[in-house]
Nanobody, 123 residues
Framework: VQLQASGGGSVQAGGSLRLSCVAS????????MGWFRQAPGKDREFIGA????????YYNDSMKGRFTISRDNAKNTIYLQMNSLKSEDTAVYLC?????????????????WGQGTLVTVSS
């Protein structure tokens, strides 16, 4: 499975961005996909995840309300809509896929990762 994240860039505080993650080469019937971010010198942080079957979502409570995950099954793509961005949201944003099918917050549960896309928020 290959994951390709895109949509990052530079934005001013208070602005919005939408990230995309396209999956290819998938063979499993049940899986979940998640978004994480990693700022320099910090651990990878869970943002949210979505199951492919049913579209159930699961968020980091600290980001719920500003960040929204959605999916387009036909395009094998998940999205991360980010609103009211803050300077502390600056990070590399990564998407992952978990073969188990559960929307998990633990990075160790994800089997595949994309290369990440950089989001820079200036104040």
């Amino acid at each position: 499975v290959q994951l390709q994240a895109s949509g990052g860039g530079s934005v001013q505080a208070g602005g919005s961005l939408r990230l995309s993650c396209v999956a290819s080469g998938r063979t499993a019937d049940s899986y979940a996909m998640g978004w994480f971010r990693q700022a320099p010198g910090k651990d990878r942080e869970f943002i949210g995840a979505i199951t492919w079957i049913g579209g159930a979502t699961y968020y980091n409570d600290s980001m719920k309300g500003r960040f929204t995950i959605s999916r387009d099954n036909a395009k094998n793509t998940i999205y991360l809509q980010m609103n009211s961005l803050k300077s502390e949201d600056t990070a590399v944003y990564l998407c992952g896929e978990a073969k188990g099918g559960q929307a998990t917050k633990w990075a160790r549960d994800y089997d595949y990762w994309g290369q990440g896309t950089l989001v820079t928020v200036s104040s």
